[in-house]
Protein backbone atom coordinates (compact mmCIF):
# COMPACT_ATOMS: atom_id res chain seq x y z
CA UNK A 1 0.00 0.00 0.00
CA UNK A 2 1.28 3.38 -0.90
CA UNK A 3 0.02 6.74 -0.06
CA UNK A 4 1.49 9.98 -1.57
CA UNK A 5 -0.03 13.41 -0.91
CA UNK A 6 0.56 16.51 -2.29
CA UNK A 7 -1.10 20.42 -2.80
CA UNK A 8 -0.55 21.63 0.50
CA UNK A 9 1.58 24.82 1.10
CA UNK A 10 1.50 28.34 2.41
CA UNK A 11 -1.99 30.02 1.82
CA UNK A 12 -4.00 33.75 3.55
CA UNK A 13 -6.37 33.05 5.58
CA UNK A 14 -9.65 32.71 3.63
CA UNK A 15 -7.89 31.35 1.08
CA UNK A 16 -8.06 27.74 -0.72
CA UNK A 17 -5.83 25.05 -1.01
CA UNK A 18 -6.85 21.53 -3.03
CA UNK A 19 -5.06 18.52 -1.68
CA UNK A 20 -4.59 15.02 -3.53
CA UNK A 21 -3.56 12.07 -2.41
CA UNK A 22 -2.38 9.08 -5.16
CA UNK A 23 -3.20 5.21 -3.89
CA UNK A 24 -1.58 2.20 -5.25
CA UNK A 25 -0.90 -1.27 -4.14
CA UNK A 26 -4.24 -1.99 -3.03
CA UNK A 27 -8.13 -2.29 -4.73
CA UNK A 28 -8.31 1.40 -4.25
CA UNK A 29 -12.08 1.52 -5.34
CA UNK A 30 -13.38 -0.55 -2.98
CA UNK A 31 -12.08 1.21 0.04
CA UNK A 32 -12.59 3.86 2.12
CA UNK A 33 -10.48 6.87 2.41
CA UNK A 34 -9.92 9.27 4.95
CA UNK A 35 -8.36 12.51 5.53
CA UNK A 36 -6.33 13.54 8.80
CA UNK A 37 -4.36 16.59 9.98
CA UNK A 38 -2.28 16.79 12.70
CA UNK A 39 -1.39 20.66 14.11
CA UNK A 40 2.13 20.95 16.37
CA UNK A 41 1.68 19.99 19.67
CA UNK A 42 -1.98 18.08 18.79
CA UNK A 43 -3.26 15.06 18.42
CA UNK A 44 -3.96 13.63 14.74
CA UNK A 45 -7.78 13.57 14.66
CA UNK A 46 -10.01 12.94 11.15
CA UNK A 47 -11.06 15.66 8.89
CA UNK A 48 -13.02 13.51 6.55
CA UNK A 49 -13.94 10.75 4.87
CA UNK A 50 -15.72 9.10 1.50
CA UNK A 51 -16.73 5.31 1.08
CA UNK A 52 -15.35 3.62 -1.66
CA UNK A 53 -18.53 4.86 -4.07
CA UNK A 54 -18.36 7.84 -3.11
CA UNK A 55 -21.71 7.89 -1.82
CA UNK A 56 -21.17 8.92 1.61
CA UNK A 57 -18.67 11.27 3.00
CA UNK A 58 -18.51 12.64 6.77
CA UNK A 59 -16.39 15.81 8.00
CA UNK A 60 -15.21 16.97 11.00
CA UNK A 61 -17.32 19.70 12.55
CA UNK A 62 -14.70 22.26 12.50
CA UNK A 63 -14.28 21.89 8.64
CA UNK A 64 -17.70 21.28 7.56
CA UNK A 65 -19.24 23.60 4.99
CA UNK A 66 -15.41 24.48 3.95
CA UNK A 67 -13.86 21.11 2.96
CA UNK A 68 -15.23 18.65 0.10
CA UNK A 69 -13.52 15.39 0.27
CA UNK A 70 -13.86 13.43 -3.26
CA UNK A 71 -12.22 10.85 -4.94
CA UNK A 72 -11.51 9.82 -8.61
CA UNK A 73 -11.61 6.02 -8.56
CA UNK A 74 -10.28 6.01 -12.36
CA UNK A 75 -7.61 7.62 -11.09
CA UNK A 76 -7.07 6.00 -7.76
CA UNK A 77 -6.74 9.48 -6.38
CA UNK A 78 -8.43 11.06 -3.38
CA UNK A 79 -9.07 14.98 -2.70
CA UNK A 80 -9.70 17.60 -0.15
CA UNK A 81 -10.75 20.53 -1.52
CA UNK A 82 -10.51 23.14 1.19
CA UNK A 83 -12.04 26.62 1.19
CA UNK A 84 -12.27 29.61 3.29
CA UNK A 85 -9.09 28.27 5.20
CA UNK A 86 -8.29 29.45 8.83
CA UNK A 87 -4.99 30.07 10.83
CA UNK A 88 -6.46 27.13 12.66
CA UNK A 89 -6.39 24.70 9.82
CA UNK A 90 -2.37 25.14 9.70
CA UNK A 91 -1.65 21.20 10.52
CA UNK A 92 0.27 18.10 7.88
CA UNK A 93 -2.74 16.15 6.17
CA UNK A 94 -2.23 12.79 5.77
CA UNK A 95 -4.68 10.25 4.03
CA UNK A 96 -5.28 7.22 5.25
CA UNK A 97 -7.26 3.42 4.29
CA UNK A 98 -7.27 0.76 6.54
CA UNK A 99 -6.82 -2.91 5.07
CA UNK A 100 -7.38 -6.06 7.44
CA UNK A 101 -7.50 -3.89 10.21
CA UNK A 102 -4.22 -2.39 9.62
CA UNK A 103 -3.77 0.97 9.12
CA UNK A 104 -1.75 2.60 6.18
CA UNK A 105 -0.36 6.39 5.82
CA UNK A 106 1.31 8.65 3.72
CA UNK A 107 4.17 10.48 4.65
CA UNK A 108 1.69 13.87 4.74
CA UNK A 109 1.98 17.22 2.98
CA UNK A 110 2.13 20.61 5.29
CA UNK A 111 -1.03 23.18 5.09
CA UNK A 112 0.00 26.65 6.72
CA UNK A 113 -2.23 29.37 6.88
CA UNK A 114 -1.10 32.45 7.61
CA UNK A 115 -1.15 36.07 6.45
Known amino acids: VQLVESGGGLVQP ?8 AAS ?10 WFRQAP ?5 LVASITSAGGT ?5 SVKGRFT ?7 NTVFLQMNSLKPEDTAV ?17 MVTVSS
Open 41 to 45: GKERE
Open 69 to 75: ISRDNAK
Open 25 to 34: GFTFGGSTMR
Open 93 to 109: YYCNTRRNGMDYWGKGT
Open 14 to 21: GGSLRLSC
Open 57 to 61: TNYAD
